[in-house]
């Protein structure tokens, strides 16, 4: 699978080749800041298919955090494009909103850190709801 995409301003493009390792949806705090309030979804893909095309990425990493992710993002309209965990070594998680084709996400596998999930949050019926990232516990 190829997926292409880009931030808003069309600053950033990437291409991202392989196959995808997962869809989900994260409930996490810092997704919320990065949404607007609702989960991110996204898709995971392998780091070795991946490319920028077209510009360079901003990133950010708190450092407050023992192992934090790292978000890359266009400087110039703010456009969060991936992140990188060191929890997923190999992997990068790119926002599903940066496809050119969002079409392609057919929806979440699992939606993970509910632990910071909001009243307001949806879970699809029959998506495991985990605690905090795929392995830890689910709940309702
Ligand atoms: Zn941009
Ligand atoms: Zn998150």
Known sequence: ???????????LR??????????G??????????????????IAMPAAGFSYTRGKPSAFARDD???PVTREFCAHCGTHILARS?????????KVGTLDDPKLYSGPQMAI?????????????????FER???SPTLD
Do not use: T, W
């Open 86 to 94: 060191p929890a997923l070594p190999g992997a990068l998680i790119l």
């Open 14 to 23: 990437y291409a991202a080749e392989g196959d995808p390792m997962f869809q």
């Open 65 to 67: 955090l023992d192992n």
């Open 25 to 42: 949806q994260c409930h996490c705090r810092e997704c919320q800041y990065i949404s607007g309030g609702s989960p991110n979804v996204i």
């Open 1 to 11: 699978m190829k997926i292409e995409g880009g931030c808003y301003c069309g600053g």
């Open 113 to 129: 850190f509910g632990i910071d999930r909001q009243s307001f949050h949806r879970v699809p019926e029959g998506v495991p709801l």
């Open 133 to 135: 990232g795929p392995g």
